[in-house]
């Protein structure tokens, strides 16, 4: 037999305050590395130094580990040495309005150039009117115009020579050019005179007039041509004027930026642009007038010649970027649009950057759960990482809803490391259902959630502690403080010899805990507060646990602890309920019956059992099977059943408490009451370890201290869960002062043995169980069973004769 008592010292590893080198945590100096996640740091170091594609990193840690803090520090520090990034911006696109150029600056740059280009045009604002009302411009202008009008005078006096020579006078007026016939003396010819001249000489007159008519709509084509030369002398005269006036002042900054081409070309255009808008510079807002709708005409807009400074950095370093809201738009950018005259329009300057562009060049940190919950937003990062390029879409035309014209803004060349934050199943559901996760997060950081406990160890969580202290502006903690913080991390990490890396649930302890000494004036948090801050939050999240508990006392749920029962046993479960956990006794029963080899698990057929409940039923109906009576089939008929349970049953740490109640119902051996038991049980009829030891302990315990302690309580666990118990003090009291009992086996037969209090018994050398053992005595019924059923059989047999005999005789 291996079994064996538990000892106080077992069920509660103590931290000794005298272990710290120090009084309060105001001593301990900050921590600078992080303390238990060696692993995952030398990942994220390896993650962030490789610049190849496709090595982004995927950080796994349970929620509450510090991933995002640690990750975000460590960065940050990596970051701080790095160069700085490039700037970028978007301007016009004179060629293709509709798709924006982006231009890449040295860092700070942007700013610069936007505040150039803004001189530039405010300067050709003052400077083009200046010139084009100058003396020498009019001057020259005017030359122009007077040769144009030199040159239709003329045209217009050689067809007035030409008829006066054939006695026609051309007269010019407001209405227009009209011919007159003259008489010889030169003078015009009136109406009434004309019709009394001889007919053959009106008819001469009449045909010169329409001559001189025709000649005289040559001449206003050759005018039109005149005018229309003119025009563009005087358009390419003003164009060249301008563009004297604008190359003068371009040209310092095509010096500047000349090793840029993409920067010269645009500087070109500019130039080009308003060379053939200069009238956009020239425009004043006296003396225009209301159109049909009696609206004046609006004053021409420059904001093609604006600069939109997507991203610009000013501060040294590389960047690092945690974005807190993964949607489409936040990551890649959106384009946003205003209302005019009731219709929306958009414009290069309302291109808004989105969190890729902020951290381009640098790092950006993304939760994956929020990454995943955003519609668009994981399948655009992976077109981002794969392209390397980012595209500011708007999110309309992905669901195929847009059909108006938009902007196709250049895409930025990415340069950025992509670290996404999540849980292990996050990580693990992608890498099986997304083939192209592994090629675009080829670095796993995995985030432990404990530590190994040492004295080093200790004293580094200790210093842990000092840093979030000091880091929130809390009050310092007294070591006795630390050293109950310490005991709970063990606790935590359901582990006596390791420690929880839970920060945040320590940072909010500490928090609670520092309240509840700033009210009662103390200077540092002492292990009381500690104590206290943790029973108030146990009472804050127990009202479910008082209720049951409420109900065993009430005798509404039945749990008896004093007493025998056969095939009766309490089995300990832990029930959750979102960051409380309790243990709960639960009444276990199993009856047995000749049958043919099924055990009915009752929570199974009512799909109330969950799988992994219905596979330790399964081994133990196999133990029993390889275990008695082998040489003939198993002739039973069982059941098992939680009493009182209404909602779902899952795991299998109550498999042994249900073998025993078997081996009970079959041996006709009674259970005693005060025990209660857990674990898991293996084909061998080994126990196994089970989770939440110290939950099911303490449950049980509190039941059976409410009733009073008589000495004979206790719970039987698995060996192998002994380095887990971190018991709470008054269960160890209890054990310290012989009235509670921590029982550890192996085996069943030590778990049955103890139930009670007959030996589980092996097989002699005859390969029979000696009959005074729980073993012998569930062989024999079950060989009991065997020839039960065998009878029945028979006797069914010898009636269904006696029938068949009556039938012949009576036929």
């Known amino acids: 037999m291996t079994i064996r008592s538990i000892t106080p010292e077992e069920a509660y590893h103590l931290c000794d305050p005298q272990d710290f080198p120090f009084e309060t945590t105001a001593e301990v100096e900050n921590l600078t590395h992080f303390i238990g996640q060696e692993r995952a740091m030398e990942a994220v170091d390896f993650g962030i130094g490789i610049r190849h594609q496709g090595f982004n990193l995927f950080v796994i840690g349970p929620e509450g580990s510090g991933r995002h803090s640690v990750v975000k520090s460590f960065i940050n520090d990596k970051a701080s040495g790095e160069p700085t990034p ?291 937003a994981y399948e655009g990062l992976k077109r981002t990482l794969r392209s390397q390029q980012i595209r500011i879409e708007p999110v309309e035309r992905l669901l195929g809803l847009m059909s108006t014209v938009t902007l196709e803004p250049e895409p930025i060349d990415l340069q950025t490391k992509v670290v996404l934050i999540g849980e292990p199943f996050l990580y693990y559901l992608l890498n099986y259902y997304d083939p192209e996760f592994q090629s675009l997060f080829k670095v796993q950081a995995d985030f432990e959630q404990d530590m190994e406990r040492t004295a080093e160890s200790q004293e580094l969580f200790g210093a842990l502690l000092a840093t979030l202290a000091r880091d929130k502006n809390l009050l310092p903690l007294h070591r006795t403080a630390v050293a109950r913080v310490v005991e709970q991390a063990a606790r935590a990490a359901e582990d006596r010899h390791k420690l929880s890396l839970q920060i945040r649930q320590f940072a909010d302890l500490i928090r609670e805990a520092e309240y509840l000494a700033q009210q009662r004036g103390k200077k540092y948090i002492e292990a009381t507060e500690i104590e206290d801050a943790l029973a108030a939050s146990r009472k804050r999240g127990g009202r479910i646990k008082d209720r049951l508990y409420e109900a065993v006392e009430h005798g509404i749920r039945h749990v008896e602890t004093s007493g025998e029962k056969i095939g009766q046993v309490n089995g300990l479960s ?79 740490s109550a498999s042994c408490a249900e073998l025993c109640a078997l081996l009970s119902s079959l041996s006709g051996l009674p259970i005693k009451q005060s025990i209660a038991i857990t674990g898991s049980i293996s084909q061998q009829g080994e126990v196994q370890a089970i989770g939440g030891v110290n939950e099911k302990i303490e449950g049980f315990f509190d039941i059976c201290k409410s009733r009073g302690l008589t000495g004979r309580e206790g719970v039987i666990i698995p060996e192998s869960n002994v380095r887990h118990l971190m018991l709470k003090k008054e269960v160890v009291e209890a054990m310290k002062e012989g009235q509670f009992f921590l029982y550890a086996v192996n085996t069943v037969d030590d778990a049955i043995e103890l139930l009670t209090g007959i030996p589980g018994g092996k097989r002699d050398e005859a390969g029979n169980f000696p009959e005074d053992t729980v073993s012998g005595k569930v062989e024999a019924t079950l060989f009991r069973f065997a020839r039960d059923i065998q009878k029945f059989e028979k006797a069914g047999k010898k009636n269904k004769n006696d029938e068949e005999e009556k039938i012949k005789d009576e036929a």
């Open 574 to 652: 832990v029930i959750s309920l979102g960051n409380d956990s309790f243990g709960c006794p639960t009444r276990i029963t199993a009856l047995t019956r000749p049958g043919k080899g099924v055990i009915v698990d009752i929570e199974r057929e009512v799909e109330l059992g969950g799988p992994i409940h219905s596979k330790g039923v399964m081994i133990l109906d196999s133990f029993l099977s390889s275990r008695y009576a082998r040489t003939i089939p198993l002739g039973l008929r069982a059941s098992l059943v939680f009493e009182q349970s209404y909602g779902g049953v899952e795991g299998d």
């Open 86 to 376: 490039d700037d970028w911006c978007y301007v016009q696109n004179f060629k293709h309005p509709h798709r924006p150029i982006a231009l890449r600056f040295a860092p700070g740059q942007s700013l610069v150039f936007k505040r150039e280009i803004h001189d530039l045009i405010d300067m050709l604002k003052t400077t083009i009117p200046a010139i084009f009302e100058g003396e020498d411009y009019r001057a020259r202008n005017k030359v122009i115009h007077d040769s144009l009008n030199q040159k239709i005078e003329k045209l217009y006096h050689e067809v007035e020579g030409r008829a006066k020579k054939e006695h026609i006078a051309v007269i010019r007026s407001e209405q227009g050019i009209m011919f007159s016939p003259l008489d010889e003396n030169g003078d015009k010819i009136e109406a009434k005179t004309f019709q009394k001249i001889p007919a053959d000489v009106r008819k001469k007159l009449e045909k010169s007039i329409e001559k001189f008519q025709s000649e005289l709509q040559q001449v206003i084509h050759q005018v039109s041509i005149l005018k229309r030369d003119t025009e563009e002398l005087s358009r390419k005269f003003k164009k060249e004027t301008a563009g004297l006036a604008v190359s003068h002042l371009i040209n310092a900054l095509r010096s500047k930026y000349r090793e840029q081409k993409n920067i010269l070309d645009y500087l070109t255009n500019v130039e080009e642009d308003i060379t053939e808008r200069v009238d956009d510079f020239l425009y004043r807002s006296e003396g225009q007038k209301e159109n049909f709708l009696g609206l004046i005409q609006p004053a021409p807009s420059f904001e093609q010649y604006e600069v939109n400074v997507l991203v610009a950095h000013e501060k040294q370093g590389g960047q690092v970027v945690y974005e807190d809201l993964p949607t489409y738009q936040n990551l890649h950018g959106r384009i946003e649009h205003t209302a005019r005259m009731g219709v929306l329009t958009t414009h290069f300057t309302l291109i808004k950057p989105g969190s890729l562009h902020q951290a381009n060049g640098g790092y950006i940190i993304i939760d994956a759960g929020r990454l995943l919950m955003q519609p668009f």
